[in-house]
């Protein structure tokens, strides 16, 4: 499996987002009370962990192949 749900977990949760993974779905738990600003946060640190770990599966499949 590649668990890349996972993956892109521990890439948000290194900039400070919590998101869970159940397999390559990822959960988004934010408080129910919170600003548009933190919103702002967890979108765009889930948007930039999502493409981050494609950039690094890209980079990894072109070094191998």
Do not use: K, T, Y
Not at 7 to 15: E, K, S, T
Not at 32 to 60: P, T
């Amino acid at each position: 499996a590649l668990q890349i749900g996972r993956r892109v977990c521990r890439r948000a949760l290194d900039r400070g987002v919590w998101i869970r993974p159940i397999g390559d779905v990822l959960v988004l738990m934010p408080p129910l009370v919170v600003s548009d600003n933190e919103l702002d946060l967890l979108a765009h640190v889930v948007v930039d962990s999502i493409e981050s770990e494609f950039a690094a599966s890209q980079d990894n499949v072109l070094a191998s192949g």
